[in-house]
T-cell receptor
Framework: DGGITQSPKYLFRKEGQNVTLSCEQN?????MYWYRQDPGQGLRLIYY???????QKGDIAEGYSVSREKKESFPLTVTSAQKNPTAFYLC??????????????FGPGTRLLVL | GQNIDQPTEMTATEGAIVQINCTYQ??????LFWYQQHAGEAPTFLSY????GLEEKGRFSSFLSRSKGYSYLLLKELQMKDSASYLC????????????FGKGTTLSVSS
C-alpha cells in the first residue's frame, strides 16, 4: 500500500515538552516538506528537505527541528521553544525536480493540541 | 516578497458554476497549483498552470495570466461534495521546490 503516513493522528503536548511527529513515505520521493495549518492562515512552510542529510528552513522554522537520515522518513520535533504549537501539521512529498508541474502529495496530517 | 490573495468564503447552489480567483506576487514564478481540502483532511491536487491559458479537467478548469499575476479555478455543475476549501499555491524559484500557499477559499454548496 503506497503513500504517505503520519502518526499519530492526534497528539497532546504538555507545556514545556518536546514532541516528535512522524512522516514516512514509500513513494521513493526525494523531497519532503512540513507545513503548519492554522484556521484562516492557510499552509505555512516549516522545513523542507530535497535530499537525504540536507534540509532548509521555511518561513516559520523557529521552535521546530527536523532530521533526514533516511529517504523515507522526515520527522518533525516541536520543541518547548514553540510557544503556540496547537495546529494541524501536514507532511508532503514530491519528486524534487525543477519541472513546473512537479506537484506535492500530502499525508493525512497530525493535529497537535497543548494541554 | 511573496503574496497570494484569495477570497475567504464563497457560496453557491447545486448545479451552478463558480469561479474562485487568486492573485499573486512572486519574484521567480514557476507554476501555479490548485488544491482541494475537505475539513479535517489533507489537501488533494486539482490542477496546475505554468503557461497562460485555460487547463480543463472534467468539471474543473484553471486559468492563468502571468502578466496580470492572476489565476482562477472554475467549477461547473456544482455538487454538494464540492463544499471544501480551495487552496491556491505558487512555486517560486527562490523557495526551491516548496509551494507558497494562499489562505484558501471556503466554498459552501447548498441545495
Amino acid at each position: 500500500d503506497g503513500g504517505i503516513t503520519q502518526s499519530p493522528k492526534y497528539l497532546f503536548r504538555k507545556e514545556g515538552q518536546n514532541v516528535t511527529l512522524s512522516c514516512e513515505q514509500n513513494l521513493n520521493h526525494d523531497a519532503m516538506y512540513w507545513y503548519r495549518q492554522d484556521p484562516g492562515q492557510g499552509l505555512r512552510l516549516i522545513y523542507y528537505s530535497q535530499i537525504v542529510n540536507d534540509f532548509q528552513k521555511g518561513d516559520i522554522a523557529e521552535g521546530y527541528s527536523v532530521s533526514r537520515e533516511k529517504k523515507e522518513s522526515f520527522p518533525l520535533t516541536v520543541t518547548s521553544a514553540q510557544k503556540n504549537p496547537t495546529a494541524f501539521y501536514l507532511c508532503a512529498t514530491g519528486t524534487g525536480g525543477a519541472e513546473p508541474q512537479e506537484t506535492q502529495y500530502f499525508g493525512p496530517g497530525t493535529r497537535l493540541l497543548v494541554l | 516578497g511573496q503574496n497570494i490573495d484569495q477570497p475567504t468564503e464563497m457560496t453557491a447552489t447545486e448545479g451552478a458554476i463558480v469561479q474562485i480567483n487568486c492573485t499573486y506576487q512572486t519574484s521567480g514564478f514557476n507554476g501555479l497549483f490548485w488544491y482541494q481540502q475537505h475539513a479535517g483532511e489533507a489537501p488533494t491536487f486539482l490542477s496546475y498552470n505554468v503557461l497562460d491559458g485555460l487547463e480543463e479537467k472534467g468539471r474543473f478548469s484553471s486559468f492563468l495570466s502571468r502578466s496580470k499575476g492572476y489565476s482562477y479555478l472554475l467549477l461547473k455543475e456544482l455538487q454538494m461534495k464540492d463544499s471544501a476549501s480551495y487552496l491556491c499555491a505558487v512555486r517560486d524559484n527562490q523557495a526551491g521546490t516548496a509551494l507558497i500557499f494562499g489562505k484558501g477559499t471556503t466554498l459552501s454548496v447548498s441545495s
